[in-house]
T-cell receptor, first 117, second 116 residues
Framework: AQKVTQAQTEISVVEKEDVTLDCVYE???????LFWYKQPPSGELVFLIR??????QNEISGRYSWNFQKSTSSFNFTITASQVVDSAVYFC??????????????FGQGTRLTINP | GAVVSQHPSRVICKSGTSVKIECRSL??????MFWYRQFPKQSLMLMAT?????????EQGVEKDKFLINHASLTLSTLTVTSAHPEDSSFYIC????????????FGPGTRLTVL
């Protein structure tokens, strides 16, 4: 069965520091997708990125960057020059193809990131 | 991203009553919607997959007779928590997935249920 592990339960840094959120996954599928979602205090999940298993290129979007390493089954997320507004719970997720064809998401436990001014 | 609405956003009810939560896909038609539950400071756990025009598929350990799901149209799925008890108090979130292979899911704003 698929599994996603986010070993860091909570991270607290000072504003402008860089911070990396770790994500390790397990799957037997050769084709899969990985996601990162942000959940601010309001509760609504915000989609950040989708990465398929065949594309190991790192991606950068503004202050956000993602490092996908298939060899270590990791999909880490780095925020550069963190800001207070980055404070949220971040979830890493793995898509799983169910018997009905729908792609179920398996979530990690989440990392609560606090950026202090 | 797609717009997904949930109603109500917050509900408080007495133990033993039933509560209906609506999830609407505002941007596109969705043959598949998902219902998640999130307890405080925990991750999202999939409860069931809602299929338009057919029965929902429930995850192991989720009581289908307690959590009734109706996907009556391509834009609306409802979750009814029947005979709610305090342990059902949680944050319920729905998501929709556009057609196409391995597309991301778009999540609703969630419904916070408190059962007294």
């Amino acid at each position: 069965a698929q599994k996603v592990t986010q070993a860091q339960t909570e991270i607290s840094v000072v504003e402008k520091e860089d911070v990396t959120l770790d994500c390790v996954y397990e799957t037997r599928d050769t084709t899969y997708y990985l996601f990162w979602y942000k959940q601010p205090p309001s509760g609504e999940l915000v989609f950040l990125i989708r990465r398929n298993s065949f594309d190991e290129q790192n991606e950068i979007s503004g202050r956000y960057s993602w490092n996908f390493q298939k060899s270590t089954s990791s999909f880490n997320f780095t925020i550069t020059a963190s800001q207070v507004v980055d404070s949220a719970v971040y979830f890493c997720a793995l898509s799983e193809l169910s018997l009905q064809g729908a792609q179920k998401l398996v979530f990690g436990q989440g990392t609560r990131l606090t950026i202090n001014p | 991203g797609a717009v997904v609405s949930q109603h109500p956003s917050r509900v408080i009810c007495k133990s033993g009553t039933s509560v209906k939560i609506e999830c609407r896909s505002l941007d596109f038609q969705a043959t598949t919607m998902f219902w998640y539950r999130q307890f405080p400071k925990q991750s999202l756990m999939l409860m069931a997959t809602s299929n338009e025009g057919s029965k929902a598929t429930y995850e192991q350990g989720v009581e289908k007779d307690k959590f009734l799901i109706n996907h009556a149209s391509l834009t609306l799925s409802t979750l009814t928590v029947t005979s709610a008890h305090p342990e059902d108090s949680s944050f319920y979130i729905c998501s929709v997935r556009p057609s196409g292979v391995f597309r991301e899911q778009f999540f609703g704003p969630g419904t916070r249920l408190t059962v007294l």
